[in-house]
């Protein structure tokens, strides 16, 4: 992988001597970037451009006279200043270049055939290049046992490494997650983790992409390949909403590993452990490579019934299926979740068909757990560089992007520990970036808007329960220095509370301070390309509200919605009351995802037909008439759109499972089942379409985006053009009155849950962790519960027993649980319609030595 | 296995309070753990590791690194035998070999009966009264293999035990800042310029420095 | 110890000069009061003035050194450095033992000069008593208003806290010694950037001194830079504590005028340690702790002064003279040096960490009577990769005494490797017939 230091701009230029040649650099540049820049590429272990330098391994030594006579030193520490005199080539420089590689290869061991690092190793390379011929160590090396598990995905070989400190400096200074350590001293040290304390980062597979040499191999790769057998096709990762840059490296039509590409706009070469191991669901068990249908086409909840049937017999099944539902009902029959998992370009075909064909406006890419359309369309998009400009505030509401955004967490805690710049986190409980906030305020659920009219000077007379007033003060004065431009990072921190709240915090907000963007913090990998194509109630592709819709669309299209229709509660509600007739699952689990267990049963027992795309048979799919398999990540070409509405080039690297295709083919199949023709036939015609139709694409075209200048991706216009999607201040959203016996209930995301792609990568499975009922320790006495006792916590719609714990950060008066845990679906508690949810929490009665028995009820 | 005791835990936090971040006190606080065990056990190193705010992973990287701290049980008496230059000139190899023959034990180990601990130690600054040892970190200078035999019968009859405390205790007397008496500990970013800097502040050399 | 003028060492026949009472019976916080009816910035001048050069090795000039604060950034902390380790050093411990209070007003002294925030005293982990001495110094001077808020009724207020180590030699070096009292395992700094005075403590101004330079502050105020001037010679004014040990017949410390005393008036003086012990004779010695390159019989005319002793290819050091007879075997004591660098190093960077150890393992293995022909020549090698220098350039040699580069060229961030290096070098130098008949023993023995 590339570790080139990022291009800059010379704005304060110096001439520096380069090995005889005058060069103009930037002063204040690491010499080793400056040279590097000028062609000339001085050995390093221990740097990598996106860390702080520690100059520790001295393989960047050359010999500099900065005006007192010529010595050497680390290039990766010094500045550039006028009249450097910079050798890299001379005898001195040489010579230490050499002495160090001895040094360094004295205890490493000669393992390298069947070392996984081989091939691709700094080490090797480097002593090709500037290493001794051979070796005057007769003595013996240093011995460890090989390799320790510091991790359940890294492997530590402690005699292959060179104490670099790059693991240890990324755990410590990237990600914050200080697991690793240097231990003992001299020529003992070793890098290891606090006994039975894994290195259990969100962002571990980093060190082995980054180490130097073998030391660190990620177990899922470990002798899978030599490097120079590996097809390699650069892409996006779909993880997330990220659109972290990735390599993907496959062999023999399987793909074996992601390593992240520095990319300056998003991912800086990082990946979280999710998105780098996602892969290994391509290859897992399950996964469907031909049509499943069931051989009477009556629904039923046996799973056996599902059968491996034809393409010709599924797409007629289906068609079926819709054509039945709009003869008994028109369009509104027909309603679709999902979309979010889809290329930009199969999310137009998906959209041109059900509202350009069928004519349906029942249609939410968002499972009831993302936030309001409106928010995402109708106001302008930030950049993730906005939110992180140095010296800059920015408001993170209601979002956790530690869980669900985590290169987007990287980022801000970048930007928040090293740039300076201040950010206000406000949401239910402490979340990740709690720590490096300025300040961070969690109001009660249902107080979000009223804190927001606080700190902007308005409301509440600036007081807001289990706020501390002078974090109010602290905030509101961080936004008066920022003259009105600031980014606000808005995300669903909780499932059990009301996006009303969060909408109305927004307006506020919005109305106070003339020049907010917003970078929106949601999860699913092209949500917001989803939402720009139209996938949502009301909207039409290129952010057109469907009530303004130009001409262009009814003229290429068959036919429009006749109005707004539902989002997915609203689809949910409809269908659980017998008002669908076809439910399309577009790559969606509403069973496991939509936060209201309840409800979303009976949604999927009273539609009368349900039919799915998906990769894989999940809790909603089993219940499907018909199950059509798609291509997966890396299986199929096109572009897709992160949280920025920056269109990112996505590469086929193999070829998908089976008779699996592409979601816009089988969008166009389905079409003309239905005996229309949406005129789609590739990928590129595809975006061609969505350039001349959609007024947000309106200036990019399939060239600029393959051209590899723009591998970075070109931000889609993220600004509200007239006849765009608005977003207007919400009607407060009531909330009745709480009683004091009860506590506000708050579902929270962890990046790893029990959700379908996470238990099919291998490396992921299992990391899902038990939820307790965590609350405020100044809760326990009131409510006469210990720190670990079990509890009985219902609401109006189920009740568990549970462990409660003890956390600061969740505010008192409220409870928090994860939500999609192994051990509890905290959905059977949560009903949708309630705009903040409550429970009651009692203590069981334990016996010592008895199992907990249904005391107190 | 032990943990901080309520007393220690009271004292860790008495020793935070003296430095402007907790981490600082990392060390003064592994010294505290090991005053209690003799030795760092894991529970207490991640005990230190929240009351100063760090991952028990800095807390062994920054343990490990130190002589000092023990990551298993010694002796009750750890006994330090000096060889380096100026105590190796005037016997200190022979009287660690003594001191091997003598315990029975190579540096590094225990006795079985658990009471003493050998090490072969860098220079410990007694370089004129050499060779010298020190046990549980007090001095013993000019010693004959004689005077090592005196103090293993010392050691172990109990009379020294008002001299040498057990393993892991240095200083008995602890620093103690006075309520009222504290100038000003602060975290850095909570610090103002002097006020006796500021009175004379028109005086530029005083509040600033020279070329550098 | 001697008759000459006591400036640190004033009190140590006293027993109990480490308690308050008898600190200020005996003239204590003197100098502090002195300093407090003038201003920062004349006490700054004052320091400056007296040229007090800084006793923990490198001989810089404390009150140069505090002016590299740069202006106006606050806070700024002064870490005492009383990590006394370097192998023959022995001095600062006394003074920690016997006279805490006189460097508690020392500090003081450098706080009010510089604007303070707050001085840590940093005593060696395995000095049980040094702390005992400190802290208890330190409790009495809280209690009689001379540290904290308000000292002496005035508006400087300091606080003086001690911080005890656990065993490190390199936290001796400033940057590691931050780092230490930072929590953090005692690896050195990279300087540039990190000199303490600019990104200290914290990346906070910071001054760190050692124990024997602040010690001579009470005199200095109390008596004026101008008496501090007579003494000693004009480079290196006042005077200077000297530890030497070895094989001598009288070892001890003393404090002797700085450039005006010769190394060989302390070996062989009456006063001092009256000569090489009895029937031997001197072979070589150290002239500045174990980091030092050997001095021999025709340096011991050299008098005790920084610069003259840099010239002549060591240095002045921590002020630890270990002096050496024939009987000493020049091969063995080099390894005892390199195990103890070997197993100092703190394992940062490439050369020191795998280079001291090489060296180490080369050195044991001739003494076990494994040396190969090569070694030597190797030995020198791995030196220069550590340690670049003119030597052992061509024609180098016992015949060709040019001195040994000093201080050296390094390709590691620290002096610890280049200090492993420098003794091996002039002893290879100078005994490279004892290196060579080590190996032809051991091959002899081998076969």
Known sequence: ??????????????????????????????????????????????????????????????????????????????????????????????????????????????????????????????????????????????????????????????????????????????????????????????????????????????????????????????????????????????????????????????????????????????????????????????????????????????????????????????????????????PEGVAVIGGARLTNEAQYAWVKLLKGVIGTDNLDAQLGDGIPAEIVLGLPLATIDDACRPGSTTVVVSGDPKEELPILYLRLRHAAVQDGVNLIEIGPKAGGLTPYATVAMHPLPGELADLVRAVVGGGAGGAVAGVDPASIERARSLLADTDGEMTLVVGRRSLSEDTGFTADAVSVLVSAYDKVRILPALRRANVLGALTMGMAPGVLPGRVALAAAPDAYSTRWPALPAGRGLDTTGILTAAAEGRIDTLILLGADPL???????????????????????????????????????????????????????????????????????????????????????????????????????????????????????????????????????????????HRALDSYSLRLVATRKLYDEGTMVGRCRSCAGLAEETALAMNPHDFERLGVEDGGRVTVSSKRGSTVIEARGEAGVPRNSVALVVNAPNFDVGTLIDANDAVNEVRVEALQSVAGETGSEGGS | MPRLTPENVRRAKEIISRYPRPRSALIP????????????????????????????????????????????????????????????????????????ATLGIKPGSTTEDGLFTLEDVECVAACTEAPCLQVNYRYFYRVTNDDFDRILADLRDGDLSRDIPEHGILSRVPQRIPTGKVANITPPEDQRVPVWIERAAPDKAAAGGDEA | MSGGPRIVSARWEIDDAWKLSRYLETGGYAGLRSALDMTPHEVHEEVRSATLLGRGGAGFPAGV??????????????????????????????????????????????????????????????????????????????????????????????????????????????????????????????????????????????????????????????????????????????????????????????????GVTTFRDLIYGDE?????????????????????????????????????????????????????????????????LMRFFS??????????????????????????????????????????????????GPGWGAENPEPVPFPPQQTTICPLGPSAVAPLTSAIRRFRDEFEAKIAQGAAVSV
């Open chain 1, 1 to 330: 992988m590339s570790e080139a230091p990022a291009d800059i701009e010379i704005t304060d230029p110096v001439t520096i001597t380069l090995d005889g040649r005058q060069v103009v650099v930037q002063r204040g540049a690491l010499l080793i970037d400056a040279c590097e820049r000028n062609g000339v590429y001085i050995p390093r272990f221990c740097y990598h451009p996106r860390m702080r330098p520690v100059g520790m391994c001295r393989m960047c030594l050359v010999e500099v006279d900065t005006g007192r006579g010529a010595s050497l030193q680390p290039s990766c520490m010094l500045q550039c200043s006028s009249d450097m005199v910079v050798d890299t080539q001379s005898d001195k420089t040489r010579k230490a270049q050499e002495g160090v590689l001895e040094f360094l290869l004295l205890n490493h061991p000669l393992d390298c055939p069947v070392c996984d690092r081989g091939g691709e190793c700094p080490l090797q390379d480097q002593t090709v290049g500037y290493g001794p011929g051979e070796t005057r160590f007769v003595d013996e090396k240093r011995h460890y046992e090989k390799p320790i598990a510091i991790s359940r995905t890294v492997l530590l070989d402690r005699e292959r490494c060179i104490l670099c400190d790059r693991c240890t400096r990324f755990a410590k200074e990237v990600a914050g997650d200080p697991l690793i350590d240097f231990q003992d001293r001299g020529s003992r040290t070793q890098v290891n983790t606090f006994p039975n304390q894994p290195f259990a980062s969100y962002f571990s597979g980093n060190t082995v992409q980054i180490c130097p040499v073998g030391a660190l191999t990620a177990e899922p790769y470990r002798f899978k390949a030599r490097p120079w057998d590996l097809e390699i096709v650069e892409s996006s990762c779909t993880t997330c909403s990220v659109g972290c840059r990735v390599t993907i490296q496959s062999s023999r039509n399987q793909v074996l590993r992601c390593l992240g590409v520095d990319s300056d706009p998003v991912n800086w070469g990082w990946l979280c452990d999710k998105g780098r191991y996602g892969v290994e669901a391509l290859n897992a068990e399950g996964r469907l490579g031909v049509p499943l249908g069931r051989g009477r086409s009556v629904k039923t909840d046996d799973e056996t019934a599902l059968e491996e049937v034809s393409w010709a017999g599924a797409l007629r099944t289906a068609a079926d299926a819709i054509t039945s539902a709009l003869d008994r009902r028109g």
């Open chain 1, 592 to 734: 496991t995802d939509f936060p209201d267990r309840d409800l979303a049963e009976r949604a999927l027992a009273g539609a009368r037909n349900v039919i799915a795309v998906d990769q894989f048979v999940n809790d909603s799919v089993r219940l499907a008439e018909v199950v059509l398999p798609a291509a997966g990540f890396a299986e199929c070409a096109g572009t897709t759109t992160n949280i920025e509405g920056r269109i990112l080039k996505l590469e086929q690297s193999t070829t998908p499972p089976g008779t699996a295709r592409p979601d816009w083919m089988i969008a166009a199949e389905l079409a003309a089942e239905l005996g229309s023709d949406l005129g789609l036939d590739s990928v590129e015609q595809i975006w061609k379409e969505i350039a001349e139709l959609s007024p947000s694409h309106v200036d990019l075209t399939w060239e600029m985006l393959s051209d590899p200048q723009n591998r970075d991706g070109l931000v889609a216009r993220g600004d509200p053009l007239p006849g765009s999607v608005r977003f207007e201040a919400p009607e407060p959203t009531a």
């Open chain 2, 29 to 100: 606080l592994l010294h505290l753990a090991q005053e209690q065990d003799g030795w760092l056990t894991e529970d207490a190193m991640e005990d230190v590791a929240e009351l100063v705010g760090v991952t028990p992973a800095q807390v062994i990287g920054t343990a490990s690194f130190y002589e000092m701290f023990k990551m298993e049980p010694v002796g009750r008496y750890v006994i330090n035998v000096c060889t380096n230059i100026s105590c190796l000139l005037l016997g200190g190899e022979t009287l660690l070999q003594h001191a091997e």
């Open chain 3, 65 to 258: 050194k505090w002016g590299f604060c740069p202006p106006d950034v606050w806070p700024r902390y002064l870490v005492v450095n009383g990590d006394e380790s370097e192998p023959g050093t022995y001095k600062d411990r006394i003074l920690m033992e016997r006279d805490p209070h006189q460097l508690i007003e020392g500090a003081l002294i450098c706080a009010y000069a510089t604007g303070i925030a707050q001085v840590f005293l940093y005593v060696r982990g395995e000095m049980a008593l040094a702390q005992e001495r400190v802290a208890s110094a330190l409790n009495e001077a809280y209690e009689a208003g001379y540290i904290g808020r308000r000292i002496l009724g005035t508006d400087f207020s300091v606080d003086v806290v001690m911080h005890w180590g656990a065993g490190a030699y390199i936290v001796g070096e400033e940057t590691a010694l931050i780092e230490s009292l930072e929590g953090d395992r005692g690896m050195p700094r990279l300087k540039p950037p990190f000199f303490p005075a600019a990104k200290g403590l914290y990346m906070k101004p910071t001054i760190v001194n050692n124990v024997e330079t602040l010690s001579n502050l009470p005199w200095i105020l109390e008596h004026g830079s101008e008496a501090y001037t007579t003494i000693g010679s004009e480079s290196s004014p006042g005077t200077r504590l000297f530890a030497i040990s070895g094989h001598v017949e009288r070892p001890g410390v003393h404090e002797v005028p700085q």
């Open chain 3, 272 to 336: 001092y340690c009256g000569g090489i012990r009895k029937g031997h004779e001197l072979k070589m010695f150290i002239p500045g702790g174990g980091s030092a390159p050997w001095f021999f019989p025709e340096h011991l005319d050299l008098p005790l002064e920084g610069k003259v002793v840099g010239g002549a290819g060591s240095m002045l050091g921590s002020g630890a003279i270990v002096v050496m007879d024939e009987t000493t075997d020049a091969v063995s004591a080099c390894w005892r």
């Open chain 3, 343 to 392: 197993r100092e190093s703190c394992g940062e960077c490439t050369p020191c960490r795998e280079g001291t150890n090489w060296l180490e393992t080369i050195l044991r293995r001739i003494l076990d009577g494994q040396g190969r022909p090569d070694d030597i020549d190797l030995l020198l090698d791995i030196g220069d990769n550590i340690s670049p220098g003119p030597y052992p």
